[in-house]
């Protein structure tokens, strides 16, 4: 038997959360990324043969590619494509791609006129394969359909990372336990958040929180309520989320922006059921089912006195990780079509999905379907769908989709797709003993020292030799002195639109840390520049 059949590996790099059990094996398989008919996109072949050892052939009439979770399909169809098969066979660990004699099939660019092995770790990532300059397939492993599987909980892909996630959803959705929700900015925190919601058996509203996006001094008052008279300008009651969320579901994202005032009430909050209103002295009863989420590493910031340890403990009643979309590479297709599709809905244009005319060239050309599979996203699918409604709208009245430069340029190439694409990591350098004490840093020093250092928190720690986390102390007790998150929504797009969205410039303004006002532009759905 084909060492392919005890493969266990996910297309998901991050270590598997609890709860979760792998598949018991991938399945290697073909995705349709670009055709004639867009409207094909995500339909695939399950190459099961592969896994006995036996050869799989791939021509233009056959076999069937058929749409997850449907019966019946269609072969490719496509006429520039030979009518001589081409061959997929067992090779190792890998598999090797023997192309049809007189047919055109390219892996990123590259010819592949005598054929190719892939490694499982090619075969993890995902690879383009480009067939006759108009057809795309994604090579990848997936998991084999299952019979109980969840519905898609109104999430577009069906990759295994995202089968995990709605495995998760369904069996922590009708508990009252807290959940985590992890992941890099734009994996759709939210949206997991909402299918929880939808599935528990809660009537009460879901509600949704950024706490990056409110006022450190103003965030108790707006989750907890506050009495009259508690501070200046309370004139009446309020009500704070957690009461308007009474009996439903409250989403907390970015909850590692929490002030150390907000992490100790939502502390008392998970361990008592009981909160006060700022101000009040008499605690009131919630029934609230709390989901958080974070793309922030939680447990260094625990380590760097930021974050309270039992707070996570808590918040972390069941944990769910999103995967970045470079790690799940066959969603790319299948989120951009439906992306796209919105966009051509509302200019009239959906015709162009449904050519009638098979020779008609892509609506979706190859080179840019094979872009799309190798760009690393680091803005996920917020980015992805901003870059579809871009194309579309920059498209208008097209019969294709034609790249402008300024897209070209953020849709770069990165390397040839045997090498992992992801976005470069600098390596570690440890942080030196601190030589003082907080407590011996003044404020001017310490003003000077971060407006040398362009707001870099740990380059400012070096210079005046205190630990990193003695930064954000002090800027805490500082009244001149802020961070990222205690900025504004309103203050921060008004700086944004004045700096013509220079992120070096808006750090020089702000007085914060570039890395943190990088985050928050993010969280605004912005797209910041540097100098």
Same mark, same amino acid.
């Not at 909160?275 to 609230?288: H, M, N, Q, R």
């Not at 917020?382 to 402008?404: H, K, T």
């Not at 953020?410 to 040839?416: G, Q």
């Given at each position: 038997?084909?060492?392919?059949?005890?493969?266990?590996?996910?297309?998901?790099?991050?270590?598997?959360?609890?709860?979760?059990?792998?598949?018991?094996?991938?399945?290697?398989?073909?995705?349709?990324?670009?055709?004639?008919?867009?409207?094909?996109?995500?339909?695939?072949?399950?190459?099961?043969?592969?896994?006995?050892?036996?050869?799989?052939?791939?021509?233009?009439?056959?076999?069937?590619?058929?749409?997850?979770?449907?019966?019946?399909?269609?072969?490719?169809?496509?006429?520039?494509?030979?009518?001589?098969?081409?061959?997929?066979?067992?090779?190792?660990?890998? %598999?090797?791609?023997?192309?049809?004699?007189?047919?055109?099939?390219?892996?990123?660019?590259?010819?592949?006129?005598?054929?190719?092995?892939?490694?499982?770790?090619?075969?993890?990532?995902?690879?383009?394969?480009?067939?006759?300059?108009?057809?795309?397939?994604?090579?990848?492993?997936?998991?084999?359909?299952?019979?109980?599987?969840?519905?898609?909980?109104?999430?577009?892909?069906?990759?295994?990372?995202?089968?995990?996630?709605?495995?998760?959803?369904?069996?922590?959705?009708?508990?009252?336990?807290?959940?985590? %929700?992890?992941?890099?900015?734009?994996?759709?925190?939210?949206?997991?958040?909402?299918?929880?919601?939808?599935?528990?058996?809660?009537?009460?509203?879901?509600?949704?929180?950024?706490?990056?996006?409110?006022?450190?001094?103003?965030?108790?008052?707006?989750?907890?309520?506050?009495?009259?008279?508690?501070?200046?300008?309370?004139?009446?009651?309020?009500?704070?989320?957690?009461?308007?969320?009474?009996?439903?579901?409250?989403?907390?994202?970015?909850?590692?922006?929490?002030?150390?005032?907000?992490?100790?009430?939502?502390?008392?909050?998970?361990?008592?059921?009981?909160?006060?209103?700022?101000?009040?002295?008499?605690?009131?009863?919630?029934?609230?089912?709390?989901?958080?989420?974070?793309?922030?590493?939680?447990?260094?910031?625990?380590?760097?006195?930021?974050?309270?340890?039992?707070?996570?403990?808590?918040?972390?009643?069941?944990?769910?990780?999103?995967?970045?979309?470079?790690? =799940?590479?066959?969603?790319?297709?299948?989120?951009?079509?439906?992306?796209?599709?919105?966009?051509?809905?509302?200019?009239?244009?959906?015709?162009?999905?449904?050519?009638?005319?098979?020779?008609?060239?892509?609506?979706?050309?190859?080179?840019?379907?094979?872009?799309?599979?190798?760009?690393?996203?680091?803005?996920?699918?917020?980015?992805?769908?901003?870059?579809?409604?871009?194309?579309? %709208?920059?498209?208008?009245?097209?019969?294709?989709?034609?790249?402008?430069?300024?897209?070209?340029?953020?849709?770069?190439?990165?390397?040839?797709?045997?090498?992992?694409? =992801?976005?470069?990591?600098?390596?570690?350098?440890?942080?030196?003993?601190?030589?003082?004490?907080?407590?011996?840093?003044?404020?001017?020093?310490?003003?000077?020292?971060?407006?040398?250092?362009?707001?870099?928190?740990?380059?400012?720690?070096?210079?005046?030799?205190?630990?990193?986390?003695?930064?954000?102390?002090?800027?805490?007790?500082?009244?001149?002195?802020?961070?990222?998150?205690?900025?504004?929504?309103?203050?921060?797009?008004?700086?944004?639109?004045?700096?013509?969205?220079?992120?070096?410039?808006?750090?020089?303004?702000?007085?914060?840390?570039?890395?943190?006002?990088?985050?928050?532009?993010?969280?605004?759905?912005?797209?910041?520049?540097?100098?």
């Amino acid at each position: 038997m084909s060492p392919l059949a005890t493969a266990d590996v996910s297309t998901a790099a991050d270590p598997k959360p609890r709860g979760q059990r792998p598949f018991a094996r991938l399945v290697p398989a073909l995705t349709i990324v670009s055709h004639t008919h867009a409207t094909r996109i995500g339909e695939r072949l399950l190459l099961h043969a592969l896994l006995s050892g036996r050869e799989v052939t791939l021509s233009r009439n056959s076999p069937d590619f058929t749409r997850p979770g449907e019966p019946l399909g269609l072969p490719l169809g496509d006429p520039f494509m030979s009518r001589k098969p081409l061959l997929f066979a067992p090779a190792g660990e890998g %598999i090797r791609l023997i192309p049809a004699e007189g047919g055109r099939c390219t892996c990123a660019g590259e010819p592949l006129d005598r054929g190719r092995e892939f490694g499982p770790e090619e075969l993890a990532r995902g690879i383009p394969l480009e067939f006759s300059g108009r057809t795309v397939l994604l090579l990848h492993l997936t998991a084999p359909p299952e019979m109980d599987a969840a519905t898609s909980l109104g999430m577009v892909g069906e990759s295994t990372a995202l089968r995990f996630i709605r495995r998760d959803i369904g069996r922590v959705a009708d508990l009252d336990v807290p959940v985590l %929700i992890r992941g890099e900015t734009g994996t759709g925190k939210e949206l997991v958040a909402q299918a929880l919601h939808e599935r528990s058996q809660r009537g009460g509203r879901f509600i949704s929180v950024n706490l990056g996006a409110i006022p450190k001094e103003l965030a108790a008052a707006e989750l907890f309520g506050s009495v009259r008279g508690a501070f200046t300008g309370a004139l009446r009651d309020r009500e704070g989320f957690f009461r308007a969320a009474e009996g439903g579901t409250l989403f907390l994202d970015e909850v590692g922006e929490a002030s150390p005032e907000v992490q100790v009430m939502l502390l008392r909050v998970l361990e008592t059921g009981e909160l006060y209103p700022v101000g009040a002295s008499t605690p009131v009863k919630t029934d609230v089912r709390l989901v958080a989420a974070t793309d922030a590493n939680l447990e260094a910031q625990i380590t760097e006195g930021r974050f309270r340890a039992p707070l996570l403990h808590r918040l972390a009643g069941y944990e769910i990780r999103l995967p970045p979309l470079r790690e =799940r590479r066959e969603d790319i297709g299948p989120l951009f079509l439906h992306f796209a599709r919105q966009e051509l809905e509302a200019l009239g244009e959906s015709h162009h999905l449904t050519p009638s005319d098979p020779y008609a060239e892509p609506w979706l050309p190859a080179a840019l379907a094979v872009r799309l599979l190798l760009h690393p996203w680091l803005g996920n699918i917020r980015q992805l769908r901003n870059v579809a409604r871009q194309l579309v %709208i920059g498209s208008r009245g097209q019969p294709c989709l034609e790249l402008d430069p300024r897209l070209a340029r953020e849709l770069t190439l990165p390397v040839a797709p045997s090498s992992p694409v =992801r976005a470069p990591e600098p390596e570690p350098t440890p942080e030196p003993p601190a030589r003082r004490k907080s407590t011996e840093v003044s404020e001017p020093e310490l003003l000077a020292a971060l407006r040398a250092h362009g707001w870099d928190v740990k380059k400012a720690a070096q210079h005046l030799a205190v630990a990193r986390s003695s930064i954000y102390d002090l800027i805490e007790r500082s009244p001149s002195l802020r961070l990222a998150g205690d900025l504004g929504v309103e203050e921060l797009t008004r700086c944004f639109h004045e700096c013509q969205g220079d992120l070096d410039e808006m750090v020089k303004r702000l007085e914060v840390s570039k890395r943190a006002l990088n985050r928050r532009v993010k969280e605004l759905g912005l797209s910041a520049r540097n100098g």
